[in-house]
């Protein structure tokens, strides 16, 4: 989960120097902001701040009972520290799809996000990406697993010691 993130924090990043590299047209920010209601973005970025609270309660709390009752209380004002940061995030992503695509493809894009389909595809993609993600990883394991050993062994025939 954590790996996640680093990569949304890099995207993050990323598209904030992209977007200020090309500004976009209104026109292409009003569509794009439309794109990102429809992939209902806000609710994702919105359910990371419970899973950055959980990150960085044991380096405050530090296993101590008093601190993490007051902890517990606080974290629940953190929505308001939290809320421009979610919304940079929008106003990045936004900004990337005003950047990468035209106004009437964003349309289409969002238009197809409002389909059954679409709504299907913005619901299952996490989880097909981090499901995609895994059999790569175990597949390439394997792949690097097979040719340490056929190369290992092709180099012993060459008289390499290991």
């Known amino acids: 989960m954590s790996r996640r993130f680093l990569i949304m924090g890099a995207l993050i990043l990323a598209l904030s120097c992209s977007a200020s590299a090309q500004t976009p047209s209104p026109e292409a920010m009003t569509a794009a902001r439309a794109l990102v209601t429809t992939m209902k973005l806000d609710a994702r970025y919105k359910a990371m701040l419970p899973v950055i609270l959980l990150g ?13 009752r007051d902890y517990d209380a606080m974290a629940a004002t953190a929505a308001d520290v939290y809320t421009p940061y979610s919304n940079a995030m929008l106003d ?6 005003a950047s990468t695509f035209q106004v009437e493809e964003l349309r289409q894009i969002e238009a197809f996000y409002r389909t059954p389909a679409g709504q299907k595809l913005l619901e299952k993609a996490p ?17 690097a697993d097979e040719l340490k050993a056929r190369l290992t062994e092709m180099l012993r025939q060459k008289g390499h010691k290991f």
């Open 56 to 68: 960085i309660k044991p380096a405050l709390v530090q296993d101590r009972p008093e601190i993490e």
């Open 92 to 97: 990045s992503v936004a900004a990337l799809y």
């Open 127 to 143: 989880g097909i990406a981090q499901q995609s993600d895994d059999l790569v990883q175990d597949i390439s394991r394997k792949a």
